[in-house]
């Protein structure tokens, strides 16, 4: 029995949903007992957010994401580790006391920042244990973001990822390259529904052009001037689904206003597949989690790239446009232009079989890379596996 302890956080949702994801798979196989650790939690002490303003940094990040504060995110982002290396210290011997009373064989984290204060206390304390970054965004942001070289594992999703592992001088061995994103297994199960009488249900023509718009699980005050956009500037032959996650007030907002077009709204749901199998479309910001369930259900997307994109996000509309899944816009000034374009004859079927040709596994790959760290195996021969898979798909 391998001992585990998966690390994440709740900044932003992808984290806490990568964990669950990957723990319910490893869970169904023999040979793993896993415990989840929440960081924020461990170095509440740490927490300057916490102490200054009385909310914790997480919180502070998801509220900024809520609003829509996220204007000059690329100095904030380097103001704050600043902070992380001013405080590394006191997290590393924080760490090792918790190491110090952990079974843990193999550590995984699913969280950026802290993996340099996670393998330096490891190593202190149980220099016999592996530690794992799991990357859950498509590409690092560096330095200091993902990716550190301090003895560490990589997982990575994207070609990208794995040349910026190498540039940081993680070596071959150490760097395993997995499908795409950590997805929930929910991403992998067949819906059977009748899509015509699910969207009459709701209000909704069962063969109108359908798109989903969802900004992550604090959803976004840009949904609002989306609606806003579609009803002043079209096109009016569509309808749309907004899912507003934990943004209560954003959703009633959504309901009460009156709309030139047939629209449905949903709060925080578990159900995103499902709803995504009664869309035609997704548009959202570029997040690396909304983005590959979009692309793992057919769907193309239409995602923003502009000052107010979180910068570990911006190479993910890149990744949109080298995939030819979809299109990237500025703001939502530009979406009802690009729902005009996507929706011209032969553009929609086009890109949805771009989508259909990634075939992203992960959460399933994932569990097998980790026992072949756990028994010593390197991912030279997966990554030379992988490009040659690359070469003849070419």
Not at 34 to 44: A, G, K, S, T, Y
Not at 136 to 163: M, N
Request: aromatic letters at 8%; charged letters at 25%; glycine letters at 8%.
């Amino acid at each position: 029995m391998t001992n585990v302890d998966l690390f994440f956080f709740d900044a932003g949702g992808g984290h806490r949903a990568a964990a669950e994801a990957l723990r319910l798979v490893m869970e169904e196989q023999a040979g793993w007992k896993i415990r989840m650790v929440h960081l924020q939690e461990l170095l509440d002490s740490t927490d300057l957010a916490r102490k200054l303003l009385r909310i914790r940094m997480q919180d502070l990040y998801n509220l900024m994401l809520k609003k829509g504060w996220t204007l000059g995110s690329a100095q904030g982002l380097r103001v704050l580790q600043l902070l992380i290396r001013m405080l590394h210290g006191k997290q590393v011997r924080l760490l090792e006391e918790f190491f110090r009373s952990s079974p843990a064989d193999l550590v995984i984290s699913v969280v950026p920042h802290f993996n340099r204060a996670l393998a330096q206390s490891l190593r202190e304390v149980r220099p016999a244990a592996r530690f794992v970054t799991i990357l859950t965004d498509i590409a690092d942001y560096p330095p200091h973001f993902w990716i550190e070289p301090e003895g560490q594992y990589i997982i990575c999703g994207s070609d990208r990822a794995v040349e910026q592992a190498r540039a940081l001088g993680i070596c071959d061995g150490r760097i395993f390259k997995a499908s795409g994103m950590i997805l929930h297994p929910r991403f992998y199960q067949a819906i059977p529904c009748d899509r015509g009488a699910e969207r009459k249900q709701r209000g909704l023509d069962p063969e109108l052009p359908t798109g989903l718009v969802l900004f992550g699980g604090q959803g976004s005050e840009a949904m609002l001037e989306i609606a806003e956009r579609f009803d002043a500037e079209g096109p009016h032959n569509l309808q749309i689904i907004f899912i507003c996650g934990r943004n209560e007030k954003l959703a009633a907002t959504l309901r009460q206003r009156k709309s030139k077009l047939r629209t449905f709204v949903e709060g925080f749901t578990s159900q995103v597949p499902f709803y995504m199998q009664l869309a035609d479309f997704f548009i959202g910001k570029p997040g690396p989690g909304s983005v590959s369930e979009a692309v793992a259900m057919r769907l193309p997307v239409i995602v923003e790239r502009n000052a107010w994109t979180l910068p570990q996000e911006r190479y993910n509309a890149e990744w949109v446009l080298e995939k030819q899944v979809g299109l990237v816009v500025r703001g939502p000034h530009q979406i009802p232009q690009a729902v005009r374009e996507l929706l011209k004859k032969g553009n929609l079927a086009r890109y949805r079989d771009n989508a259909a040709a990634i075939r992203n596994r992960a959460v399933y790959e994932i569990p097998g890379m980790l026992l072949r760290i756990v028994q010593g195996s390197d991912g030279q021969a997966a990554l030379e596996r992988e490009n040659s898979l690359s070469e003849h798909r070419a």
